[in-house]
């Protein structure tokens, strides 16, 4: 969903938004702290409630 938004956002011309969004998701998702459905895919990541 938040990519989506991303999506949204390159296509109204917002690119610097657009790679704020993508630079979070991609830092979060690095960092191992993420959500129960990711974090069956991620080995030895925390899940967050």
């Given at each position: 969903?938040?990519?989506?938004?991303?999506?949204?956002?390159?296509y109204?011309g917002?690119?610097?938004?657009?790679?704020l969004?993508r630079d979070a998701v991609e830092?979060?998702?690095?960092?191992?702290k993420?959500?129960y459905?990711?974090?069956r895919?991620?080995e030895?990541?925390?899940k967050?409630?």
């Open positions: 969903m938040i990519l989506s938004g991303r999506e949204m956002l390159d109204l917002w690119s610097d938004a657009a790679d969004v830092e979060t998702i690095t960092s191992g993420v959500t459905d990711l974090h895919q991620i030895g990541g925390e967050l409630a």
